[in-house]
């Protein structure tokens, strides 16, 4: 977990350009994606065990700070996955339509 390059870590935190992802139904595109995400989850994992737990009253505060944002990013990241299961599913139904319609003709 905690082998992350320079060269990942300068790569997943420069973002998004907006000409990078031209083709944005390209199979590219989404590696891409999905890569930078992986470092930017192994970067915050490595962050959360870097934190001090003392059992002190100082540790509630940290602690349920670093569970309020886990719980926004794991809404963020399930609406963000339905969004992708639902163009697969659509791509698929197409699919299949274009086959079955290939088929009978």
Same mark, same amino acid.
């Given at each position: 977990?905690?082998?992350?390059?320079?060269?990942?870590?300068?790569?997943?935190?420069?973002?998004?350009?907006?000409?990078?992802?031209?083709?944005? *139904?390209? +199979? =590219?595109? #989404?590696?891409?994606?999905?890569?930078?995400?992986?470092?930017?989850?192994?970067?915050? /994992?490595?962050?959360?065990?870097?934190?001090?737990?003392?059992?002190?009253?100082?540790?509630?505060?940290?602690?349920?700070?670093?569970? *309020?944002? +886990? =719980?926004? #990013?794991?809404?963020?990241?399930?609406?963000?996955?339905?969004?992708?299961?639902?163009? /697969?599913?659509?791509?698929?139904?197409?699919?299949?339509?274009?086959?079955?319609?290939?088929?009978?003709?």
């Amino acid at each position: 977990m905690y082998d992350i390059s320079d060269f990942d870590m300068q790569d997943a935190l420069q973002g998004f350009s907006d000409g990078e992802f031209d083709d944005a *139904e390209s +199979l =590219r595109a #989404l590696k891409i994606a999905a890569a930078r995400f992986h470092t930017i989850r192994k970067l915050l /994992l490595c962050g959360l065990l870097a934190f001090e737990a003392t059992g002190e009253n100082s540790d509630f505060l940290r602690w349920s700070t670093a569970v *309020e944002g +886990l =719980r926004t #990013l794991n809404e963020i990241t399930y609406s963000c996955y339905e969004g992708v299961r639902q163009i /697969l599913s659509e791509e698929e139904s197409r699919q299949a339509l274009l086959t079955s319609k290939s088929t009978l003709a």
